[in-house]
T-cell receptor
Framework: DARVTQTPRHKVTEMGQEVTMRCQPI?????VFWYRQTMMQGLELLAY????????DSGMPKDRFSAEMPDATLATLKIQPSEPRDSAVYFC??????????????FGEGSWLTVV | KQEVTQIPAALSVPEGENLVLNCSFT??????LQWFRQDPGKGLTSLLLIQSSQREQTSGRLNASLDKSSGRSTLYIAASQPGDSATYLC??????????FGGGTRVLVKP
């Protein structure tokens, strides 16, 4: 049963610390997304990649957030330094896109981040 | 900028009643629309995907319709069960497979 895998599932960290979240997309998917979910803002797109190349990271605070895909099986989202307002659930999702048609997007279980 | 709205934010129905969940979007130039289910503390599970050229999709007790011209989609869940209690989110797909989400409708099905 193919699924998107995220680690860590839960993270509590102190303000100012670096946080790295990892995602293994479904094998064969060419598009990977990072979303953030909060009660106030709902689900927001932070960044996404196609064939490992970053296509859009306009939703990300550039000064502290960075997203990379070092290889086809790993996507990372890093926050440095972390702040209490970064507390949220961070979801990774993957899908297959071709010829202007989008396929079903599959979400991981999320990384629940609390910054104190 | 695409805006997606789901009304009501919460809904409570007795078991057996049909559920009707609404989703509206401001920009009709969409590629697809996807309905998700989210249980507390969990990720999102895809329920149905409707391509922009389609009018509806069905899966079991679920049926989703799409009217691009009016900017609306409706998710119908027939004969609701307590296990259908969850938050339902619609997401509009744009160029590049990017999804814009609505705020969700929290559903409670009472036994």
């Amino acid at each position: 049963d193919a699924r998107v895998t995220q680690t860590p599932r839960h993270k509590v960290t102190e303000m100012g610390q670096e946080v790295t979240m990892r995602c293994q997309p479904i094998l064969g998917h060419n598009t990977v997304f990072w979303y953030r979910q909060t009660m106030m803002q709902g689900l927001e797109l932070l960044a996404y990649f196609r064939n490992r190349a970053p296509l859009d990271d306009s939703g990300m605070p550039k000064d502290r957030f960075s997203a990379e895909m070092p290889d086809a099986t790993l996507a990372t989202l890093k926050i440095q330094p972390s702040e209490p307002r970064d507390s949220a659930v961070y979801f990774c999702a993957s899908g297959f896109y071709r010829d202007f048609l989008g396929d079903t997007i599959y979400f991981g279980e999320g990384s629940w981040l609390t910054v104190v | 900028k695409q805006e997606v709205t789901q009304i009501p934010a919460a809904l409570s129905v007795p078991e057996g009643e049909n559920l009707v969940l609404n989703c509206s979007f401001t920009d009709s130039a969409i590629y697809n629309l996807q309905w998700f289910r989210q249980d507390p503390g969990k990720g999102l599970t895809s329920l149905l995907l409707i391509q922009s050229s389609q009018r509806e999709q069905t899966s079991g007790r679920l049926n989703a319709s799409l009217d691009k011209s009016s900017g609306r989609s409706t998710l119908y869940i027939a004969a609701s069960q307590p296990g259908d209690s969850a938050t339902y989110l619609c997401a509009v797909g744009a160029s590049g497979n990017k999804l814009t989400f609505g705020g969700g409708t929290r559903v409670l099905v009472k036994p």
